[in-house]
């Protein structure tokens, strides 16, 4: 239903730059659609290509798309701009997935840390990156 009403949207031309985030944002994250995902977050960036949000779901987007390369170029660009824990929980996982674990635990501790008295999102964003660190010591 919101994806129907979300492609609406696009489709009337009357998507900004959030809306397209946040359907690209739906398609990779709760739908495991990421090449559909992959479309809008780059119509997105296109709009505000600054924004460390929209730029972190490009990212999210090229990791589930395997284009890990991609995806860190991505992410750090979106630390860069302004760093959030979800930015630094996706970079962890995609320095995680190319088995850069030093830079993978130091992007987790970062999420955890910024994510410790942040909004829910951030905070859940800061708890999963707590879990990832652990799983990473453990297996490093």
């Given at each position: 239903?919101?994806?129907?009403?979300?492609q609406l949207?696009?489709?009337?031309?009357?998507?900004?730059?959030?809306?397209?985030n946040?359907?690209?944002?739906?398609?990779?994250?709760?739908?495991?659609?990421?090449?559909?995902?992959?479309?809008?977050?780059?119509?997105?960036?296109?709009?505000?290509?600054?924004?460390?949000?929209?730029l972190?779901t490009l990212?999210?987007?090229?990791?589930?798309?395997?284009?890990?390369d991609?995806?860190?170029?991505?992410?750090?660009?979106?630390?860069?701009?302004?760093?959030?824990?979800?930015?630094?929980?996706?970079l962890?996982?995609?320095?995680?997935?190319?088995?850069?674990?030093?830079?993978?635990?130091?992007?987790?501790?970062?999420?955890s840390?910024?994510?410790?008295?942040?909004?829910?999102s951030?905070?859940?964003?800061?708890?999963?990156a707590?879990?990832?660190?652990?799983?990473?010591?453990?297996?490093?």
């Amino acid at each position: 239903e919101a994806r129907e009403a979300y492609q609406l949207l696009v489709d009337a031309g009357a998507a900004d730059a959030l809306v397209l985030n946040n359907f690209a944002f739906m398609l990779v994250a709760n739908l495991d659609d990421p090449m559909a995902g992959l479309e809008m977050a780059r119509l997105a960036v296109a709009r505000m290509p600054d924004n460390a949000k929209v730029l972190d779901t490009l990212g999210l987007a090229e990791l589930k798309a395997n284009m890990v390369d991609d995806a860190i170029t991505t992410l750090e660009t979106s630390v860069q701009r302004q760093s959030l824990a979800i930015n630094n929980l996706h970079l962890g996982m995609a320095y995680r997935q190319v088995g850069r674990m030093n830079d993978a635990v130091e992007a987790f501790n970062r999420a955890s840390e910024i994510g410790k008295d942040a909004e829910p999102s951030e905070a859940e964003a800061a708890e999963r990156a707590a879990e990832l660190l652990q799983e990473t010591l453990t297996t490093s």
